[in-house]
């Protein structure tokens, strides 16, 4: 057999391939709106999209997976065509923090997959806004970033919003310089939102010592207003060098090889338990000795990991904070509610933010 020979062979068995798998997902989908008819007829307003389900669903797809696709790619295809079979039954609506070309828009479509109709806001005050309204079923903000800490207005959205978190997205941070073609040394001014340009410090002191550095609202802004200005270039991820027509003048310029921002996703429903969960509240105690610590002992008491926790001024009075804590597990496990009704006991504030999956992919 020729080498053209055995081309075709393969060729048509990818082609046999390819029709098995387009009935396969037809099947799916009709599967899929199967089940919005049957919640359809039990509730006329029945909510489609369960964050506890797709983690499940996911979970399964890796474990089973075998290659040579790695599991983070086969994850991805399967969020696509579950993204694509609810928007059979009901296309969610997404506001997140733009304008288009921002990272936490690169987290919405990973959390919650392309057929969804976004809706790009100002602010994330906007993007709470939005939802409280029900004007979108879910927002995307970002939280915290792994080198840089806590994006504090979304914390602080927290302590008059009654939205749930009802899921997290982690999003690996690659920063690149964009902009049009020219050398390094023509640069004069770099755009880049604050968080940016405090990832990408150390490389901008070692390259661009002497450059004048802008803070902007948003990478995507940095992106448009490097391609409007002379002598300018931005701090963005690849997304805005697309949009924006620019070029990548250095690649992956972050000082953590590991950075990562976590992105929370918002809504008016909570999420049931799905096997491995997050929860999130916040908390006040008295200002005194001891206070904190007695207010934490029951998660330890209980096994209970606490995976996070973060001060804020509590905007009831000079010198009085909230705290932010993230722990594992669910608010019905058993031993996380045993925890928490002590913890609850004990607060001089307490609110339940939520109990989420895990972030999958």
């Keep these: 057999m020729t080498e053209e020979e055995k081309l075709n062979e393969i060729r048509r068995c990818i082609d046999a391939i390819d029709e098995q798998l387009q009935k396969l997902l037809n099947r799916r989908a009709e599967a899929a ?23 499940q669903v996911l979970r399964m797809v890796k474990t089973r997976n075998r290659g040579p696709l790695p599991d983070e790619e086969m994850g991805r295809l399967f969020r696509e065509i ?7 039954e009901r296309p969610l609506k997404v506001a997140y923090l733009g304008p288009e070309g921002t990272f936490t828009q690169a987290a919405a479509l990973k959390y919650f997959g392309h057929s969804v109709r976004t809706q790009i806001l100002d602010s994330i005050s ?12 879910y927002g995307v903000v970002p939280v915290e970033n792994s080198s840089e800490g806590v994006i504090n207005h979304t914390l602080d959205m927290f302590l008059s919003s009654p939205l749930q978190i009802c899921g997290e997205v982690s999003l690996r941070i690659h920063h690149n310089l964009l902009g049009k073609a020219q050398p ?8 880049s939102h604050q968080q940016s340009l405090a990832q990408c410090r150390g490389w901008l002191d070692r390259h661009l010592p002497f450059v004048e550095r802008m803070v902007v609202g948003s990478n995507a ?20 060098a697309d949009i924006y027509d620019l070029k990548v003048l250095a690649a992956d310029i972050e000082d953590e090889p590991d950075n990562t921002t976590r992105f929370l996703v918002i809504g008016q429903h909570g999420a049931s ?14 200002n005194e000795a001891g206070a904190l610590y007695h207010l934490l002992r029951p998660l330890a008491e209980n096994g209970i990991n606490m995976t996070r926790i973060e001060s804020r001024p509590s ?32 607060a001089v504030l307490y609110k339940e933010l939520g109990s989420y999956p895990r972030a999958v992919l």
């Design 184 to 191: 390094l040394g023509s640069i004069r001014t770099v755009f």
């Design 315 to 346: 905007r009831r009075g000079n010198w009085d904070y909230v705290f932010f804590i993230d722990l594992l597990g669910h608010h019905e496990d058993p031993g996380v509610d045993k925890a928490l009704a002590e913890l609850r006991s004990l």
């Design 221 to 240: 802004e940095a992106a448009r207003l490097a391609a409007e200005t002379d002598g300018a270039a931005a701090i963005a991820g690849r997304t805005a």
């Design 273 to 286: 338990p799905s096997g491995d969960d997050k929860t999130s509240i916040m908390v006040g105690t008295r």
């Design 33 to 55: 709106m199967g089940v919005a008819q049957i919640k359809l007829a039990a509730d006329p307003n029945a909510v489609f999209y369960r964050p506890e389900r797709e983690a």
């Design 82 to 88: 579950m993204s694509a079979c609810l928007a059979l």
């Design 126 to 137: 906007d993007v709470f806004q939005k939802v409280e309204s029900e004007k979108a079923d």
